[in-house]
Every structure is written in C-alpha cells, then in structure tokens.
C-alpha cells in the first residue's frame, strides 16, 4: 500500500510506502547520510558538472562546447599550486573518477565554469559547495543549520536554469539530490555528520581487496589475494607483540628529522634527504598542542644569499628593502621602552645588524582544523614556499592571510599578500622572523555575488610600483589560495601554473581549497 506524495521542491511524485507513520520505522532514520556517494560524486560529479556540459552543447552546439569546455580544462589546469591541493594538468577529462578526484575538482571548479555558463547556474553550484561545506563541518550550530538551511534554499531555487534551459526538461526527481533535503533533519537527531561516508568502510574494501588484486598476477588470484591478507595481519599482530615488549618504544630516526632536509640550499631547490614517506608532503596532520595559529621558519636557511642589505636588495630586486625593515622595526619598536634614536642614527643601527640577515625558502603554518583531516588534537599543518627555484624547475611563492583586525571576523579582519622571501635577523638582541611580501587589495566591499568569493587585486603604489612591504611572521594566519579570475576570456594554451599569480589582474580568493578556509573566509 503506497500513497502519492508531491515533493515541493522539484514537483516531481514519489509513493509513500504505508510504514510511514510506524514508529521507529522511518526510512530517512533508518538510512544514514552519505557524503561522498550522494553528495560528492552523486550530486556534484554525476549530476551538476554533467549538467554543465551538456547545458553547453544544447546552447552553443557540439563544436563550440568542445571549445568551451577545453578553455574550462585549461583554466583547471592554470590554477595555482597550493599546499594539499591536487592539480589537474590536463583538465578534468579523466576516464575514471575516483572519490579523492570529485573532492580535489570541488574546490577549483567554480571559478573554471564562471563566464562560460549563466549567472544562475554558477549561483546554483556555489549554493551547492556551501552546503558541502557546512554540512562537513565537526560540530554543527543552530546558526551552521541556518546558513545550512539558506544554502539548500538557494540550490532548489537556481538549479531551475537547468529545467529553463532544456538540460533538465522532466525536473529533478533524483533520490541523490533529495537526500539532501533529509540532513538537516538527521543532523538535529544524531549530532554532525562530521564527514560520515562510505568511504570508511570502503577504505577497508581497498586494503582488503584492491591492493591485494594489484599485488597477484591476475590468474586465479583469489588464493594469491587470502595469502597476501594472511601475511599482513601476521606482521599486524608481530608489529603489535614488538610493541608490547618494548622493542618498537623509540623512534628508528631522531626527532630532528628536519635538520636532514636541505631544503634551502642556494638554488632553492629540495634535496630532502629523509626517508621516503617522512615530511615529504606540503601538508598533513600534527598531534598538537592546539594552538589557533602559529607559523615557524625553517631551520635552515637558504645559502647562497649575500648578508649584507644593499647587495641582499639588488639581489632580490627591492631597491627600497632597507627602508622597508627600518619601517618594519620602528612598527615592532613603537611603545616599548627602547632609546631614542634619530632617524640618521637609527638607519646607522640598522647597518649594524646587516651581516646576519638570513634568507629562508620556507615556513611552516600550524592550525586548528578539526573539520579537516588533522591529528588527534585538531591540529594541521602546511608548508609555505617563497622560493625561486621549485623542484629544480619554476618559482614558487605562495600567497597568505595577514590578520590586519582582529576585531573583525572572516575577510573583512584580514588581508592577503604573496610572500618574496622569508627573512631573519636579529636587532638590539631580539630575534625577528619577518616576510618580504606583496599586497593584495580587495576589490569591492562584498564578496562577488556570483562566485560567493572575495576578488583581490595586486596592490600598487601612487607612483605605480608594487605595494612591498615587510612583516611579522606572526602576522601570518596560514596559506591562501587564489584563482584568477577568467572573465569571458579563453585561456591561452601555453600558460603554466606558475605564471597566473603574475598574468592575471584580478584573483578568487578561494574559501573552497579546504574546510578550514571556509571556516575562517566564510563569515560575510
């Protein structure tokens, strides 16, 4: 026995099995949410970005799409390096999708699609991020469920392009879209989803089947597949009876695995002598102790630098870096109880110290990112380049979040700036971590209305240069993320990644390249 059922937002009828007023028989209890196959690769894979393509066919006809879509490729391909940010050289025209895929295309594909498509299709997609986003989070607030509630809103109400415009003609009966109707509910009744997926499970499947599959010879590989789970859980549990004897208590390397890296040798480029698999990543997690941000240098500083301020300024190309760190210390010095100086004896104070500025190729940032994959404290970390020579190929200099008002919450408190180099000296015996970086002004006083992202443009100076200046690494919050802004304007085919932070004249800052930018970037 079954009763038609209209469904408000697509219109579309449903049957209502007749256990639905039983109780402790409801079906949208009984089945939890899944994150990564009704949300990630069902709605956003499956349905929005196939949506997408063929909205450009039946506008622009097979031959121009294919040219569209090829220019949306390059502009995926275009995006610049950031740290846990997978890149796409060649576009998202891959043949299988994997769930880490649909993950790592979510968080650059809104700005990729902008100007190719209509206002309220990237609205529609960008409602639909948000919602992700928000429904990803660790803990969950009457006000998250709010904005949760708007985002869903605003999905339903612009997804309609794609019924207007013939891609999607019968509506939107989709169970993997009509789920998303039912988290909020579940979220009041069993707490955050906190990333609650299949993929938990399915990893276990991947241990268990998949990479024993790719170990066998393929013929007759299913006793080759139980052997192969037979050894491993022998070494698990001989792992296990080591540790309980003691003999696994230390360490096989010290603690000063940092020290073996020479990441910052004078041509800038990696030589990690560490063993494969030990702090060869940009990113990861750290076990603590929670802090809400800090940023460390390198221990190591880069060689091959000259130390004296008047060659190390020739050398990077900043005419004016001493006076810039003369500005920096009357900054750090303003209200303490030093000496006064005059501004002639001041600058000859400042020589002084010349012969030790360092140069340092990296930082590192460390935050509290509960949302996102971190250790057992809540902590992440991540790797900042300022260095010009990368893997012994292009320059990387990664942009930041400067904290300019603490009283003020998401974009409207910060700024962003690219780091030049990393710079350490000491003065009056005082130690000072410092970044040579170049602004970012914010174009507008809103986020854009489209995208939902804030848009920043390179600062420049009354006379036309470059706004430079020197700062405190405790400034620095963590790494930003930009992607340029396309417009309508194809992208040309020998652009690299490495040049759009310098072609480019105005820039996305990303709120997508992970859940703690969105936390801390969505606030406006």
């Known amino acids: 026995m079954f009763r038609h059922i209209t469904d408000p937002y697509s219109n579309a009828f449903f049957y209502q099995p007749f256990t639905n007023d039983f109780p402790r028989a409801d079906i949208h209890e009984m089945l939890s949410p899944d994150l990564l196959h009704q949300v990630i690769k069902g709605t956003f894979k499956d349905h929005l970005v196939t949506w997408v393509e063929e909205y450009l066919v039946l506008t622009h006809g097979r031959a121009r799409a294919d040219e569209i879509i090829a220019d949306i ?123 609650l997926c299949s993929s938990i499970t399915e990893s276990k499947h991947i241990k268990a089947v998949k990479e024993p599959w790719r170990r066998s010879n393929r013929y007759d590989a299913l006793g080759q ?21 003691g ?10 695995l940092d020290d073996l890296s020479t990441n910052d040798n004078d041509q800038g480029v990696g030589i990690d002598l560490r063993p494969a698999g030990i702090g060869n990543e940009d990113d990861g997690v750290e076990e603590g102790p929670r ?76 935050f509290y990112a509960p949302s996102d994959p971190c250790g057992v404290g809540g902590m992440r970390r991540e790797m900042i380049r300022a260095t010009p020579s990368w893997r012994k190929g292009h320059a990387r200099q990664d942009c930041v979040f400067i904290e300019t008002n603490p009283h003020l919450s998401g974009m409207r408190g910060l700024d962003v700036a690219r780091v030049l180099r990393f710079l350490s000296f000491k003065f009056r015996g005082t130690h000072y971590p410092c970044a040579l970086v170049r602004w970012f002004c914010r174009v507008g006083d809103a986020p854009d209305e489209d995208t939902g992202m804030w848009i920043v443009e390179p600062g420049v100076n009354i006379d ?11 400034c620095i919050v963590r790494a930003a993320h930009l992607e340029p802004v396309y417009g309508s ?36």
Not at 225 to 232: F, G, I, W
Not at 298 to 322: C, E, H, I, V
Not at 489 to 513: G, I, Q, R, T, W
């Open 291 to 366: 802090v809400l941000a800090h940023v460390d240098l390198a221990r190591k500083y880069a060689k091959g630098y000259p130390s004296d301020l008047g060659t190390l300024a020739k050398r990077l190309n900043q005419p004016q870096l001493g006076s810039m760190i003369r500005n920096f210390l009357q900054d750090q010095l303003a209200g303490r109880d030093e000496p006064s100086t005059s501004t002639n004896a001041f600058s000859m104070s400042i020589q002084l110290f010349c012969e030790k500025i360092r140069v340092h190729h990296t930082a590192t940032a460390y």
């Open 247 to 256: 003999m696994l208590s230390k360490p096989l390397f010290s603690d000063g």
């Open 73 to 195: 490729d390059r502009r995926i391909a275009v995006v610049p390096s950031f740290a846990g940010l997978r890149r796409f050289p060649e576009g998202r025209g891959f043949k299988q999708w994997t769930g880490d895929d649909s993950k790592a295309l979510m968080k650059v594909y809104l700005p990729a699609i902008a100007g190719h498509v209509p206002s309220d299709m990237v609205r529609a997609m960008r409602a639909f991020l948000e919602f992700c986003y928000i429904v990803r989070r660790d803990v969950v607030t009457e006000d998250d469920l709010t904005m949760l509630e708007d985002a869903l809103r605003r999905f339903h109400q612009y997804r309609e392009i794609f019924r207007t415009s013939g891609v999607r003609p019968n509506g939107f009966g989709l169970p993997r879209q009509h789920s998303l109707v039912h988290y909020i509910m579940c979220i009041r009744l069993f707490a955050a989803l906190n990333g």
């Open 464 to 474: 036309g240069t470059a706004e430079v200046s020197v700062i405190h690494l405790d």
């Open 489 to 524: 304007h194809f992208v040309p085919n020998l652009l690299e990644h490495h040049h759009s932070l310098d072609v480019f004249k105005s820039f996305y800052v990303n709120k997508f390249a992970d859940h703690h930018c969105f936390e801390i970037v969505h606030h406006d």
């Open 225 to 245: 597949m139980l052997l192969t789970n037979q050894r491993l859980d022998k070494l698990a549990a001989c792992r296990v009876d080591f540790k309980s004897r």
